[in-house]
């Protein structure tokens, strides 16, 4: 999110340069503009030559005042605009990584006894992308996105808080307890993966608004073959 703000007024800054560099090109023009007119009307109507530039140039800088506040009612509604792209590419990119963490902890739950996945089951990295979810700016982010991504918010933290009570229900116990608790844990899962399924709805949801509005890349899951096969009946 703060990537995204930056992006943002780095676009802000170049554009208040060029406003500044338009502003006093304007003025010379004005300046430049006052004194040939006057210098004209002084020829064909008379007068005094500088009451003529005031005239003239008090009547251009009002017209060029009313440019100038269009310009910046334009260049605020350009920012408001890329930030809202911006928050919306960043809700995605966040809902992504967090979905597939959550996923792979649930592939983890199911796969047989493996050492290489405790580290995943164990669920240290979802947590901490469940937690940035939490914390995420939602104000700032567009309408389109935003019930989407609260909708998967829940969802993501809900499927990782059961996948911690399976483990830790297991892991304070030892010998044949504890294997007859992972014994259950096939069935056990069946709520998480009837949840999961609720979320990929949603994460297609967002993934659709979040590359078709805001110009985000789509981006691939990691393979999760026994989430997809998953049968409460036939474990394994």
Known sequence: MQIAKKKVGNAAFVRLLAWLMAIIAISVAILAAAIAAAGYLTCRLGG?????????????????????????????????????????????????DAFEAVTDRLEAALTPRNNSKIYALRGGRTSELVGAMRE????????????????LRSRIAAINQRLTEVYDSEDRLRGAAKENKRAERHERL????????????????????????????VLTMNASPLVQSYNKDSPY
């Not at 939602?138 to 991504?149: E, Q, Y």
């Not at 069946?190 to 890349?217: D, K, N, Q, W």
């Open 48 to 96: 005094d030559q500088s009451g003529w530039a005031q005239a003239i140039g008090a009547v251009l800088a009002i017209v060029t005042g009313f440019a100038t506040t269009l310009y910046q009612l334009r260049s605020q509604k350009a920012d408001a605009l890329a930030l809202e792209a911006a928050s919306g590419r960043a809700a995605y990119l966040l809902a992504h």
């Open 136 to 151: 995420f700016e939602t104000s700032r982010l567009p309408s389109a996105v935003l019930a989407d991504f609260i909708r």
């Open 190 to 217: 069946a709520s998480v993966v009837a949840v999961r399924g609720e979320a990929v709805t949603i994460f297609s949801s967002l993934e659709s608004t979040a590359t078709s509005t805001y110009g985000g890349l």
